[in-house]
C-alpha cells in the first residue's frame, strides 16, 4: 500500500495541472509505483499467492490504461513510457 505522502508525490510529478487528480498518465504512475512495491513483497513473501493475483490484476489494468492511452494520445503516451521506464 502506498501512503498518501507517496500518492502525493506520484500525482505531483506526472500531473497536467494543478488539479489534476484522476487523468490516465496519474493512473498508470499510481499503479506503476504500487507494482513496483508489491513487487519487492512478493520477493521475500514467494508464497503469497493473494497477492500475487492483485499485482496480476493491477499490471492488467496499467495494460488497458497505456493502450487507452497509446489509441488517444500517442505522444503522451511515449513521454510516460519513457518518464516511467516501462517497454512498450
Request: charge should be positive.
Amino acid at each position: 500500500m502506498l501512503t498518501t505522502r507517496q500518492k502525493l508525490n506520484v500525482i505531483k510529478e506526472s500531473a497536467l495541472h494543478d488539479t489534476d487528480t484522476g487523468s490516465v498518465e496519474i493512473q498508470v504512475s499510481l499503479l506503476t509505483k504500487q507494482i513496483s512495491e508489491l513487487t519487492d513483497h512478493l520477493k521475500t513473501h514467494k508464497k503469497d499467492n493473494h497477492s500475487r493475483r492483485g499485482l496480476l490484476k493491477m499490471v492488467g489494468k496499467r495494460k488497458k490504461l497505456l493502450s487507452y492511452l497509446e489509441k488517444n494520445n500517442p505522444k503522451s503516451y511515449a513521454s510516460l513510457i519513457r518518464k516511467l521506464g516501462l517497454k512498450k
